[in-house]
């Protein structure tokens, strides 16, 4: 069974860096053909693709997201990481973990593993 954990800090403050983790066990993140994507999901909004990291390693990121926006990952953890530099209160939002077959998708069902998401509020 492949889950998916995402953890951090569930409060922000403005222009901090955020950092989430996606620690995934029951699967390889270095499998073939899969992406690790990271999704968000602002109060009262759709979701909102923001990046993926593919089994290669290569990285892919919305062009809307703002610049300082980085995905990475540890490979002998088997996480990924997600960093976004000089937060605002706008990217406050439930953030979420996922795989697919390829990145960008936006809709949940184009994914086979979700993880719970985790609550993030970016204020002073």
Known sequence: QVRLQESGPGLVKPSQTLSLTCTVSGASITTNY???????????????????????????????????????????????????????????????CARDQTAGNTARYEYDYWGQGTQVTVSS
Not at 46 to 74: F, Q, V
């Open 34 to 96: 899969y992406f690790w994507n990271w999704i968000r999901q602002p109060p009262g909004k759709g979701l909102e693709w923001m990046g993926a990291i593919a089994y290669s390693g290569y990285t892919y990121y919305s062009p809307s997201l703002k610049s300082g926006t980085s995905i990475s990952r540890d490979t002998s953890k088997n996480q990924i990481t997600l960093q976004l530099r000089a937060v605002t209160p706008e990217d406050t939002a439930v953030y979420y």
